[in-house]
Each structure stands twice: as C-alpha cells, then as structure tokens.
C-alpha cells in the first residue's frame, strides 16, 4: 500500500513560482511511476507531468512544458513539482499520484493507482 500527501500549494502572483510535494510511504515508492494531475473548477482532471519507473524519463503537458519540472527525491520518498512563470489558467488542485512498476500510458489517469488528497494552488493577477 503507497500513501500519498501533497503540500506546497498556496496564492501567488502570475508570474511567480511554486514548488509542490508529494510524500509517499512504503518501501516501493522508489520504484514507482509518478505523476502529477491538476482540476480546476467545472472542468476535468488535467495531466500535468510524470515521471516514468524505467530510467526516470519525464513528460510534460502541453500547457506546461517549458515551465515545470518533475523531479524526485527517492531517498526522501518524495516527488516534486517545480513551477515557474505560473498563469491564472495554472489554478487547479494539484494531484499526485503513483502506479506500480511497468509499462503504461503514463499521461492517463487509469495508469495510476494510488492518489493524494490534493493540495490548491491559486494564481492572482
């Protein structure tokens, strides 16, 4: 069983940076796939970025790429989102989620199998 907790998020200006984290407990967390997902209100969940288990290769959304970078801490068992030059469209709650070793479709919801409870993120103008 892998939990996970999201923190980090909070207001901040358009323009401004913010960096999430994901802790993860058990002794797979390492091994893991792990993602990020954000919801902004009335609309559907968002692929954000991952992190794949075989070799560490990262992939970005299209809104996002350029601006964010996941990254991980497998010593700490956590997961990090890196933001830079955030928009008001970056409002969401932010998601992190894990899915056991092998392959898959890592920007779909239905790789994952563990979830986070969320954390909020708000970008003011």
């Known amino acids: 069983q892998v939990q996970l907790a999201e923190s980090g998020g909070e207001l901040v200006q358009a323009g401004g940076s913010l960096r999430l984290s994901c802790a993860g407990s058990?002794?797979?967390?390492?091994?893991?796939?792990m993602g990020w997902f954000r919801q902004a209100p009335g609309k559907e969940r968002e692929f954000v970025a991952a992190?794949?288990?075989?070799?560490?290769?990262?992939h970005y959304g299209d809104s996002v790429k350029g601006r964010f970078t996941i990254f991980r801490d497998a010593a700490k068992k956590t997961l990090y989102l890196q933001m830079n030059s955030l928009k008001l469209d970056d409002t969401a709650v932010y998601y992190c989620?894990?899915?056991?070793?092998?392959?898959?479709?890592?920007?779909?919801?239905?790789?994952?199998?563990?979830w986070g409870q969320g954390t909020q993120v708000t970008v003011s103008s």
């Open positions: 989620a894990a899915a056991p070793p092998g392959p898959g479709r890592v920007k779909t919801e239905a790789f994952y199998v563990y």
């Open positions: 058990g002794s797979t967390f390492r091994s893991f796939s």
């Open positions: 992190i794949y288990w075989g070799g560490d290769s990262t």
